[in-house]
């Protein structure tokens, strides 16, 4: 058994057991704590699928989390709260904007891909601004979680296990779509586009379709979170949120099944700590990203093991 498949199987161990030990402690924030972090490493995997292994610096990625958190409130604000239709939609509508983002944005490439996707989310973002009967620039609080048989996500508990299940799950997802023949493909195109082509490979589609998959994946996370939080709003989709997905992939390490997930961890549960430090925390969180990223070349995921696909 390699190194990799023992730090996620430590990982998920030690994920497992922090409900009930978190429960005796009478600490039920880590709990809550945790299961964000997990779903914000749900959104960071996305990520990597496009921006590590695809090469497409996506600044705008935030805008499908936020779709998939409105498809839920909106559709629970009209009081359809059936969690598989809810989810569905929320996947499908991000699958769906992510298509016509990624059409035309793929079609640009360097620093003006990044400025159109950032563009596009923008745009998503203050359209969520102007939906006053939604909350607008207030937001809005969800109605009612998402309900499914025998489940119940107003449980904190049986929700983290939910989000551990599914950031598990992406994680595979990605893996073995990136080990894929059209992994190969997409990775083919990031190394080295015009060889690619010589090959007779259009990297287009390949890079198309990531776009998608990235999208609808990042939805689902939009949904996990609306019922995390019980509350939507349009900061969701902002891009100082996009920057924080891209920092947790680089932080933890790009192209690497582990990176996203250590990213994210790193990167909120600083925070915590260094709010409940000051009120100038972000002086100081700041530095220590900046040193982070020049010490730790391979991310944080090289520290534990060589960083793979």
């Not at 700590?273 to 944080?300: C, D, M, N, Y």
Request: charged letters at 10%.
């Amino acid at each position: 058994m390699n190194r990799a498949s023992l730090f996620w199987i430590a990982a998920a161990i030690v994920l497992a057991l922090l409900p009930p030990v978190a429960s005796a402690l009478a600490q039920p924030f880590y709990i809550d704590l945790v299961r964000r972090v997990m779903i914000l490493a749900i959104a960071a995997t996305s990520l990597n699928l496009i921006l590590g292994y695809g090469g497409m610096v996506s600044f705008g990625h935030a805008a499908y989390l936020g779709i998939g958190a409105y498809a839920v409130g909106i559709l629970a604000f009209y009081g359809v709260t059936n969690g598989w239709a809810q989810w569905a939609v929320a996947i499908g509508a991000s699958a769906l904007v992510a298509a016509a983002i990624g059409a035309i944005s793929l079609r640009t490439s360097g620093l003006y891909f990044i400025m159109i996707t950032l563009a596009f989310t923008q745009m998503l973002y203050y359209l969520g601004l102007s939906l006053d009967a939604f909350g607008g620039d207030d937001g809005m609080r969800l109605k009612a979680r998402s309900r499914f048989p025998a489940l119940d996500l107003a449980d904190p508990v049986q929700s983290y296990y939910v989000a551990l299940v599914l950031m598990l799950l992406a994680v595979f997802l990605v893996h073995r779509i990136v080990n894929s023949r059209f992994g190969m493909a997409l990775r083919a195109a990031k190394s080295n586009d015009a060889r690619t082509r010589a090959l007779g490979i259009s990297p287009y589609p390949y890079r198309l379709v990531a776009f998608v998959i990235a999208g609808a994946l990042c939805g689902l996370a939009g949904a996990l979170y609306a019922n995390h939080a019980n509350y939507i709003a349009p900061s969701y989709m902002s891009w100082i949120q996009s920057g924080d997905l891209m920092f947790m992939v680089i932080l933890g390490g790009m192209a690497s099944r582990a990176g996203p997930v250590l990213g994210a961890f790193a990167l909120l549960l600083v925070e915590e700590v260094l709010k409940g430090w000051t009120e100038h925390w972000q002086a100081i969180l700041g530095p220590l990203l900046v040193l982070s990223v020049i010490f730790f070349r391979r991310g944080l995921a090289g520290i534990f093991y060589k960083p793979d696909a």
